[in-house]
Nanobody
Framework: QVQLVESGGGLVQAGDSLRLSCTAS????????MAWFRQAPGKGRDFVAA????????YDTNSLKARFTISRDNAKNTVYLQMNSLKREDTAVYYC?????????????WGQGTQVTVSS
């Protein structure tokens, strides 16, 4: 069973930066596609960014790509989300997800989330 623990959230001002971390235990981290999602109050959970096992990153929009960077350190079983130039609309609970492929099946594992609040 894969367990994910996010950290690094907090209360910041618009324009500040934060780096979120998600550390995995159990399983083979280096083979997983890792992703970050976020859920704003009263809204659904939205994709933010993903990084595959070879380190290739994808982002939801070009706007996010310009401000956010996803990276991973397989030696530390950790994926990061560097967030710069934060805006009020970035306020959300940020969740980490690991996608494990076993043959034709995909298993998704979620962390408990970390709150990011951006004040103006």
């Amino acid at each position: 069973q894969v367990q994910l623990v996010e950290s690094g959230g907090g209360l910041v001002q618009a324009g500040d930066s934060l780096r979120l971390s998600c550390t995995a235990s159990g399983g083979t981290f280096s083979t997983y596609t890792m992703a970050w999602f976020r859920q704003a109050p009263g809204k659904g959970r939205d994709f933010v960014a993903a990084i595959d096992s070879s380190g290739g990153g994808t982002y939801d929009t070009n706007s996010l790509k310009a401000r956010f960077t996803i990276s991973r350190d397989n030696a530390k079983n950790t994926v990061y989300l560097q967030m710069n130039s934060l805006k009020r609309e970035d306020t959300a609970v940020y969740y980490c997800k690991a996608a494990e492929l076993r043959g034709i099946y995909r298993y998704d594992y979620w962390g408990q989330g970390t709150q990011v609040t951006v004040s103006s």
